[in-house]
């Protein structure tokens, strides 16, 4: 086995990064500071920061001291927790075996993905590409157990080792301080002058496990594949619910675009990773509850002709649906919901096919008008059990492919609201009679034979006559 580390060094800023428009600009005096408020200390800073001195660790008075510019923002771990899981489902669509066992860290078993997204320079050029687009910082390491890649990917970033004895040689050059051991134990073996793990795996084992207990034998046996390191394995849920506060009121849809587009990014991400797709989804937009305590949230569904997991698309749907709904009450928080989430299979293509540029397939521009215009506004036709003309037809949703219509008999492209006297004879029948009796169901009778004719003037057009008799002719159509 072989496994890779995604350690995050950066998770809560990051995390905040992702929530706040034009966060490289805005954040570059930023740090992050414990809830203590007695005794609030650092947890992370910015580069910029870090480069006046600010560490972690240090209390915020002394932190304002080094860069007086500093501004902070409070560290929210529900927030890294669910960033965490976010990224747990994008490894999951390149591995089943994805540990969230680590706090800043992401373990995932890689030796079997190799054959499906090639050698690891690839697939790490691949994940490189996809972190960086999500916003996320990150060091990546690969080495036969989990606790070696980790230690590796603190030490060097895109480390690769390939087997237990590369592995050996690469962590006995380590810092002690690499291997995730307890900050405690780290303290006691610096105090006795050590400062590399090939020292401590030199100590005689029974002398180290009387002085620090058999934990740590048995840490350092994992960190070498000596001892098997069973990790809780992660699952993805059923069902996607993301949300993102406001530190503000919000009033109008367009302010809304950049939390819309991150969710939409971050909901598309989880459907990669389940293979799957969605096909209904609701934008839920939150408003004060201490200002609007009758106000429920306001929900915005937006449905699809056919599953779909392309962020574009998606996101153009759901801004559509914003645009097209003034926000009711000032918004202080944005969500997304999806809660069936079908299996996605691509649009059939053939092998052939020609680039059709900006050209729309049916069911994306269908989806697009449904969410412009509104649900009533969009519709197909279908055939009714009625042989009356004027009730012969239904509104039906809108689907991907046309239902099979009956053709009781030849019918006109455009039937007219309201038959209408013809001027003269026809010059001549093509077709008919069609005998049609109905309506003493409902009080609306009728006894028409209808016929399709040829005008004086060459249109084709279907009309009718009463039964019998020498009733006048009444248009009812026109043929194309």
């Not at 650092?42 to 920061?49: E, G, K, L, N, S």
């Not at 927790?81 to 990224?87: A, G, K, V």
């Not at 506004?377 to 689907?399: F, G, N, T």
Request: charged share 25%; proline share 8%.
């Amino acid at each position: 086995m072989l496994w890779a580390a995604l350690l995050l060094p950066r998770l809560g800023l990051d995390a905040l990064a992702r929530s706040v428009p034009d966060a490289d600009a805005r954040m570059q005096q930023l740090a992050l500071v414990s809830r203590d408020q007695a005794c609030p200390l650092i947890v992370d800073a910015m580069p910029r920061v870090r480069e006046a001195g600010v560490r972690r660790g240090q209390t915020l008075a002394a932190a304002q001291a080094l860069f007086p510019a500093l501004k902070t923002a409070v560290r929210d771990p529900a927030q890294e927790c669910r960033l965490r899981e976010l990224l747990a489902g994008w490894a999951y669509g390149y591995s089943s075996q994805v540990s969230l066992r680590e706090d800043d860290a992401i373990l995932i078993e890689v030796g079997g993905s190799f054959s499906l997204f090639g050698p690891w320079p690839r697939l790490e050029r691949r994940w490189r590409e996809e972190l960086n687009a999500l916003g996320i910082t990150h060091r990546l390491a690969v080495a036969p157990t989990a606790l070696g890649a980790l230690a590796l990917a603190r030490a060097q970033d895109g480390a690769l080792v390939g087997n237990a004895a590369t592995l050996r040689q690469a962590l006995d050059a380590l810092p002690i301080g690499h291997a995730r051991l307890d900050p405690l134990v780290v303290e006691a073996l610096r105090g006795m002058g050590l400062s590399r793990l090939r020292e401590v795996y030199a100590l005689p084992r029974a002398g180290l496990i009387r002085r620090f207990g058999a934990a740590l034998a048995e840490h350092l046996d994992r960190l070498r594949g000596a001892a098997p390191d069973p990790l809780p394995l992660y699952r993805p849920p059923d069902r996607f619910h993301a949300r993102m506060e406001f530190d503000h009121e919000i009033e109008s849809s367009e302010t809304l675009r950049f939390p819309l587009h991150r969710l939409v990014g971050d909901l598309c991400a989880f459907l990669t990773s389940r293979d799957g797709g969605v096909q209904q989804l609701a934008i839920v937009l939150e408003h004060d509850p201490l200002q609007f305590r009758q106000r429920a949230p306001t929900r915005l569904a937006i449905g699809l002709q056919s599953p779909q997991r392309d962020a574009r698309t998606i996101f153009e749907l759901c801004l559509l649906r914003l645009q097209a709904s003034p926000v009711p009450a000032p918004v202080r928080a944005l969500g997304v919901q999806a809660e069936n989430l079908p299996p996605f299979v691509p649009l059939a293509r053939d092998l052939f096919d020609e680039a059709r540029g900006a050209q729309l397939d049916w069911p994306q521009l269908a989806d697009r008008l449904h969410n412009r215009l509104g649900a009533d506004a969009v519709y197909a036709l279908a055939v009714a059990d009625d042989p009356r003309p004027e009730h012969a037809w239904r509104k039906r949703s809108i689907a991907p492919a046309a239902a099979p219509v009956r053709r009781p008999g030849p019918r006109p492209g455009w039937l007219l609201r309201r038959p209408l006297p013809l001027r003269g004879e026809p010059k001549r029948i093509l077709a008919g009679p069609e005998r049609i009796e109905a309506g003493w169901w409902d009080g609306g009778d009728l006894r028409r034979d209808y016929y399709v004719i040829e005008t004086q003037q060459g249109q084709r057009a279907w009309a009718f006559r009463g039964i019998g008799g020498e009733a006048p002719w009444l248009l009812h159509g026109w043929f194309a």
